[in-house]
């Protein structure tokens, strides 16, 4: 049986330790050794022949690939169940090569407004400039207004599985149906929900992006980022010519003739074009020693994840009858309109990340903040470490008022305390 169908048919807790390894290729090494090297040996000019017609495999330079690196791409694979994944320097990195390479050339991504802050300022501040347009659904909560809003030019729709900061969970399969009718892919962002708590390509994504700097790493130690392609969207039609044009880097050696990136690699076209293009040229790769340190958070994902899950839980009950606290933001908070559909698509839980009211002036509020013990004040979730960190002035500090109303998170419809943005 080939490595790929073995692992098909373990479970979720085999594969986070063992997908994607194979002792027997590494001198046997039970953990994953860390290649810190920028380059590898040639061997002798027919062996670069053979590499550089994709004849054999082997590795050439860091930049575009890596066996330590290589592990933790095989690995995000397996537990997403894609065809191909590929690792990068950043969740930012992740998301704007995906993003791009499916919309270069002039074309368009719909999204929604509640989404993380960084992602959201990146298309207003890079995205346009660069000649692709970002458009938002008027109502993320109602699947319809995504079919609406897509035009000709739209090439991807992009949402978060659990969205940033406010846990909003959308109707996923019946946006990736819209996005299938109009033969555009889904792009899932699974950063806060994780493989562990849900699988969006079972549920119709067609790529998954990570920012592995949150959970997946674990340990708030490593910048890093993930792109999963399920293999299932067809990108052999009129909207996405670049998976169809000929590359001379991929020519058949025999022929001559130049192969298009699905010719030649029809299995994973979408993560080997972002490789061999985007992680060429724009060089947002992720180093081996950061790809080790995520591979050890993801060993632990499951029980890091279920435990973070039920403390949240628990936090969420204490502060909604918390005489200080005006409302809570969670799916397993009182009365979310969220709470149906969680409970359907993530039944181990909807994340570990909530928002909530204070009540009182932003001096009490600057107080409560500055004198918070154990939790840190720092802006990276899916540590180990609990944190509390005001969104409106600092992670999301680089928006106007108006943007931040608008992807809500200064929340000054629903605070009776907190009127105006904090800056
Ligand atoms: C949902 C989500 N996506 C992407 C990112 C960006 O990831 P990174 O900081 O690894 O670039 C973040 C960071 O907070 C995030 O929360």
Known sequence: MSEEKKEKKLGFDTLRVRAGYNPKEHQNSIAVPIYQTAAFDLGDTARVDRLLSFT??????????????????????????????????????????????????GGRILTVEKIYGGTFDSFNKIYAKLGIGVDFVADQDDPESFRKAIRPETKAIFIESISNPNATVLDIEAIASIAHDAGIPLVVDNTFAT?????????????VVYSATKSLGGHGTTIGGLIVESGKFNFNTPKFPQFQEPVYLLRDRQTGKDKSFLEAFPLFPFTVRIRLTYLAYLGAALGPFDAFQILQGIETLSERVAKQVSNAETLIQHLE??????????????????????RKLLPKGAGSVFTFGFKGTEAQYNKFIDSVEIFSFHANVGDARSLIINSPKTTHGELRPDEQARADWNYPDISDTIKRPFH
Not at 70 to 96: H, K, P, Y
Not at 200 to 206: K, M, Q, S, T, V
Not at 321 to 342: C, E, F, M, T
């Open 56 to 105: 054999e495999f082997g590795w050439l330079y860091t930049r575009i690939g890596n066996p330590t690196v290589n592990v933790l791409e095989q690995r995000i694979a397996a537990l997403d169940g894609g065809a191909g994944a590929i690792a990068v320097a950043s969740g930012m990195a992740a998301i704007s090569y995906t993003l791009l390479s499916l919309a270069e050339g």
């Open 321 to 342: 009858n918390h005489p200080q606290v005006s409302w809570v933001k969670h799916p397993s908070a009182r009365g979310s309109k969220y709470a149906k559909l969680a």
């Open 195 to 207: 493989p562990y708590l849900f699988n969006p390509i079972e549920h119709g994504a067609d790529i």
